[in-house]
């Protein structure tokens, strides 16, 4: 099982920025796709933004123009740049890596969630 871990969230004035980052155990052979998702309370689990091995990416409408993702192949880590904050961009935030292992098995992991608030 491939193990993420994600780091940077916080608490965050409107306005604000925060960079969230994810990095990926080393027993990886290829990472395909990297994504971010998010989950409000009381809401189901949504894409913010995702990038595929060759650096095409996607965007939820509500943070285009906000948020940038990257990734670090030689690091298997993927980062999510957010500007502009609003309280609407409140949520746990979670990273989703799929690709392949050393001995060829495929994975699909969850990092552990971090926590993003946006408030006065």
């Known amino acids: 099982q491939v193990q993420l871990v994600e780091s940077g969230g916080g608490l965050v004035q409107p306005g604000g920025s925060l960079r969230l980052s994810c990095a990926a155990s080393r027993s990886i052979l290829k990472i395909n796709a990297m994504g971010w998702y998010r989950q409000a309370p009381g809401k189901q689990r949504d894409l913010v933004a995702r990038?595929?091995?060759?650096?095409?990416?996607n965007y939820a409408d509500s943070v285009k123009g906000r948020f940038t993702i990257s990734r670090d192949n030689a690091k298997n880590t993927v980062y999510l740049q957010m500007n502009s904050l609003s309280p609407e961009d409140t949520a746990v935030y979670y990273c989703n890596q799929n690709g392949v292992l050393l001995w060829g098995s495929e994975f699909s992991s969850w990092g552990q969630g971090t926590q993003v608030t946006v408030s006065s």
């Open positions: 990038i595929t091995s060759g650096g095409s990416t």
